[in-house]
């Protein structure tokens, strides 16, 4: 089992950041297919960012792509992602998620077995 902890989420004004941070705990060595998501009220959830421990390799939704950056700390086993340029349709519920999926298979569609609690992204305009 794993456990996930989402925080850093807040109020900003457009143009500010914030940087969400995820704790991960358990059987941690397991899943290193990791991602952020986001789900704002009315619509579906979005994959936002996704990236493999251990390999260089990220990828993100068109949507924040060059603006948020996803990064691990495997010392600390925290998953990060920082969020530059925000933009009133960033609000949303953010979450963090992990898999035990191999690297040809992590993707933002992949299926994520654990998940964690939310925090909250609002950007005012």
């Known amino acids: 089992q794993v456990q996930l902890v989402e925080s850093g989420g807040g109020s900003v004004q457009a143009g500010g950041s914030l940087r969400l941070s995820c704790a991960a705990s358990g059987s941690t060595y397991s899943t290193k297919c990791m991602a952020w998501f986001r789900q704002a009220p009315g619509k579906e959830r979005e994959g936002v960012a996704v990236?493999?421990?251990?390999?260089?390799?990220?990828a993100y939704a068109d949507s924040v792509r060059g603006r948020f950056t996803i990064s691990q700390d495997n010392t600390n086993n925290t998953l990060y992602l920082q969020m530059n340029s925000l933009k009133p349709e960033d609000t949303a519920m953010y979450y963090c998620?992990?898999?035990?999926?191999?690297?040809?298979?992590?993707?933002?569609?992949?299926?994520?077995?654990?998940w964690g609690p939310g925090t909250q992204v609002t950007v005012s305009s």
């Open positions: 990236s493999y421990t251990g390999v260089i390799w990220e």
């Open positions: 998620a992990a898999d035990r999926s191999a690297f040809r298979s992590c993707a933002l569609r992949t299926t994520f077995s654990y």
